[in-house]
């Protein structure tokens, strides 16, 4: 059988794809140690290593625990931070996928002379002879679909990749791990970054960081002052709650301005826009455009693909022209555009634009 390695998580879906690859390979088991805290669960903790490791024993598979917390915090930690200061939204979770578990986990298993890497997320990988390209497509059940995660991978990641719960629901894995007697099987899915288990960004920030975030104003599109603020890091894009200041309406943040301090505010309408810039694109099912291409895109993770027009703007950059106005485009997020229900590619979110 060709050989294959598992990255398991510590939880039931990495815990399922075992049982589902078993037979088709020779598995080794593998666990990513992230970061340092004892005392804390979550993905690429302690914790988690231990419970994957139990599920290797159980099942009689060799379990190997690899220390990525020096390649964890210098690819994913620190530019989550960085990009934080500068008033972007990022998703750390896309650069640990691209980094870490595509990254360095993949190159661990080619030194080994292991071909191929699993993983548990909900994804079909596709290959198109026409073109010679690999490609993602949505999970079967889309209500579990992540790939979004997943659009940066190159062909060489796709080509090493093996992905055995896309055509499976969540119950569906939960009742494979529960009939194994899996210690995994009821385990409750993370919702959080791991390395901020409470939600409390700016509690993270504070203790990563030294840099100082400066207080500064709360403004109108038109620049007219409405208060103060402490930080920038304090806020985020769409964010209605915890403002710290009323104003008889509802007010929502519409931008933040790094270098001059500032939190834009306004009503929940100027949230809407037709027009979104994005760069530091990546291509999988299309090589890449020279003309606009009519694509579904996404611009967060938890948001149902929308119809609109990709059109080139220059070098790395497009311009994703929606048919009806879109909600909250967050500058350092990212935006990934379907065709139908292949991954045609994606990047990040620079800023929302005027109409022309």
Request: with cysteine; aromatic share 10%; charged share 25%.
């Amino acid at each position: 059988m060709p050989e294959l390695m598992m990255a398991m998580s510590g939880g039931v879906d990495s815990s399922a794809a075992l049982l589902l690859l078993k037979e088709q390979y020779q598995i080794t088991g593998a666990t990513m140690l992230l970061y340092s805290p004892s005392d804390q669960q979550g993905c690429g903790s302690f914790r988690e290593a231990e419970d994957a490791k139990a599920v290797a024993d159980k099942l009689g598979l060799p379990h190997l625990i690899l220390d990525f917390r020096t390649e964890f915090r210098r690819r994913v930690m620190e530019p989550f931070s960085r990009d934080y200061f500068r008033g972007e939204t990022p998703n750390p979770c896309i650069e640990c996928n691209r980094y870490l578990k595509f990254g360095a986990l993949l190159e661990e298993a080619l030194k080994r002379n292991i071909p191929y890497l699993a993983t548990g997320h909900y994804v079909r990988k596709g290959y198109d002879p026409a073109s010679g390209r690999y490609y993602l497509y949505k999970a079967a059940d889309e209500s579990k679909d992540q790939s979004y995660v997943l659009y940066h991978l190159s062909q060489r990641q796709l080509a090493h990749a093996v992905f055995p719960l896309g055509e499976y629901t969540k119950p569906q894995i939960r009742a494979l791990a529960e009939q194994a007697g899996l210690v995994t099987a009821k385990k409750k899915d993370s919702q959080d970054i791991c390395f901020v288990p409470d939600g409390d960004y700016v509690g993270f920030l504070r203790r990563f960081d030294s840099r100082t975030c400066p207080p500064g104003k709360f403004i109108d599109r038109q620049g007219r002052e409405l208060g103060e603020h402490p930080g920038i890091i304090y806020y985020t894009v769409g964010q209605r709650k915890g403002l710290g200041v009323t104003f008889g309406k509802p007010m929502y943040v519409l931008a933040k301005d790094a270098a001059r301090h500032t939190v834009t505010l306004g009503e929940n309408q100027e949230l809407f826009s037709r027009r979104v810039l994005v760069n530091r694109l990546c291509w999988m099912y299309l090589p890449g455009i020279t003309e606009p291409v009519r694509v579904q895109a996404k611009l967060r993770y938890n948001m149902k693909e929308q119809p609109c027009t990709l059109i080139p703007h220059g070098s790395d950059q497009v311009v994703l022209e929606f048919d009806a106005p879109q909600r909250a485009a967050a500058p350092g997020q990212s935006a990934v555009f379907y065709l139908e229900d292949k991954v045609a590619g994606g990047g990040v979110i620079v800023s929302s634009l005027p109409e022309e």
